[in-house]
């Protein structure tokens, strides 16, 4: 679980999990990938924000406005289970945080 922007009060962002070490870290790959398709409808999308997890769900917003719940417990696919607007006005353009 992340449930911090910077994974703590702290904001260490730091992991305790030993999964990744200096010897295997160059085998990382992308495990998938999750269409978010918010700009093709007209706004600008602005990745820049944190995602938090929470018990393999991960929680996000597209930086227009769009909020999004994702399914990521099977570890290799990520399925979208719902997403809401956040009332954002759409002149405001992509939110920096």
């Given at each position: 679980?992340?449930?911090?922007?910077f994974?703590n009060?702290d904001?260490?962002?730091?992991?305790?999990?030993?999964?990744?070490?200096?010897?295997n870290?160059?085998n990382?790959?992308?495990?998938?990938?999750?269409p978010?398709?918010t700009?093709l409808?007209?706004?600008?999308?602005?990745?820049?924000q944190?995602?938090?997890?929470?018990?393999?769900f991960?929680?996000?917003?597209?930086?227009?406005?769009?909020?999004y719940?994702v399914d990521?417990?099977?570890?290799?696919?990520?399925k979208?289970?719902?997403?809401?607007?956040?009332?954002v006005?759409e002149?405001?353009?992509?939110?920096?945080?």
């Amino acid at each position: 679980n992340w449930l911090h922007p910077f994974q703590n009060y702290d904001a260490h962002r730091y992991s305790r999990l030993a999964q990744i070490t200096r010897d295997n870290v160059a085998n990382l790959k992308m495990a998938f990938a999750v269409p978010i398709t918010t700009g093709l409808v007209g706004r600008t999308s602005n990745f820049q924000q944190h995602a938090l997890v929470d018990d393999g769900f991960m929680y996000f917003d597209d930086g227009g406005g769009m909020i999004y719940k994702v399914d990521v417990r099977a570890g290799n696919r990520a399925k979208i289970v719902w997403k809401a607007n956040g009332a954002v006005e759409e002149k405001r353009g992509p939110i920096c945080q």
